[in-house]
């Protein structure tokens, strides 16, 4: 049997348009199509399915992470096979740089995941955790998706908030009990890989399979909006970690941040609001 979950709304309808072509594929196999977002229960179908199914998981970046925590043991699931049908794709873009699979067995990393503690939850999460513009930028894409369905264009949104809109903060970063204060603090995020962001490297030295379980705390601080504008678009390749005047990297096994002012923050793209700390552990 194959369960295929998918997310209607993922990529302006990309996943939509793949999970009609799995359909039409796969119809003489046995197949159970489930819309994520229309089920009362979408992932009740994990107490029926059997090592020998498979799960094929369509969907953006979002779609898996909701996936991670809905699912229990991952240990215990069947093989699941991720067509990634999202805006970013950060997951593909991290361990499929050259885009040859169209799908992704993400069995393969569910050994250790790390957590992430938000306003008293705990989240599994297998991209990163962005605080600061990032989480600015997930919480306009929201407003925007919310009144229209057109793409979401999310470097004209960083560029705005740079301008002004969005406002830097002071912030504490603690990296294994070590504690750093920092002024102007523009983004801080948690990252187990290397993209957030719909391809932004923010952390290019970090490995999601690294033996000993660090996780890359990337933060940007202590610039004027001018200087971050003229050197933020370096993020797409990984060279802004160059300017060591404004990029501080540090890794480690726990990761906490804290801000003077609440802010939005994203995990893996979902968007939390009104945040003013955060904990992620990888160990």
Not at 4 to 16: I, S
Not at 19 to 34: L, P
Not at 111 to 126: A, H, I, K, M, Q
Not at 173 to 189: I, Q
Request: charged content about 30%; proline content about 4%; aromatic content about 10%.
């Amino acid at each position: 049997m194959i369960f295929l979950l998918y997310n209607p709304k993922a990529g302006n309808g990309r996943a939509e348009e793949i999970a009609d072509r799995i359909r039409s594929k796969e119809q003489s196999s046995g197949i159970e199509s489930i819309n994520i977002l229309d089920e009362k229960d979408a992932y009740g179908f994990m107490e029926r399915a059997g090592q020998e199914d498979l799960v094929y998981l369509v969907g953006g970046d979002g779609t898996l992470n909701r996936f991670i925590n809905a699912a229990g043991d991952l240990k215990a699931l069947p093989e699941i096979f991720f067509y990634p049908a999202g805006t970013g794709n950060d997951l593909k873009n991290d361990i499929d740089p050259d885009n040859i699979s169209d799908r992704i067995r993400i069995n393969d990393y569910f050994d250790t995941l790390p957590t992430v503690s938000v306003n008293g939850r705990e989240y599994r999460f297998f991209n990163g955790i962005g605080f600061g513009i990032d989480g600015y930028c997930c919480e306009e894409g929201d407003k925007i998706r919310a009144r229209s369905d057109k793409p979401v264009n999310y470097t004209r949104i960083a560029i705005m908030g740079l301008l002004g809109k969005y406002k830097p903060r002071n912030a504490k970063v603690t990296v294994d009990g070590v504690t750093k204060e920092y002024k102007r603090v523009w983004l801080a995020p948690a990252m187990l890989g290397r993209f957030y962001g719909g391809g932004m490297m923010v952390a290019p030295g970090q490995d999601r399979k690294n033996k000993e379980h660090t996780l890359t705390c990337a933060v940007m601080s202590g610039t004027g909006k001018l200087k971050t504008l003229i050197r933020f678009p370096k993020i797409f390749t990984g060279r802004h970690i160059k300017y060591t005047d404004m990029m501080h990297m540090s890794r480690g096994h726990e990761i906490t941040v804290e801000f003077d002012t609440p802010c939005a923050l994203q995990i893996d793209g979902e968007t939390f609001l009104d945040v003013r700390e955060y904990t992620a552990r990888y160990f």
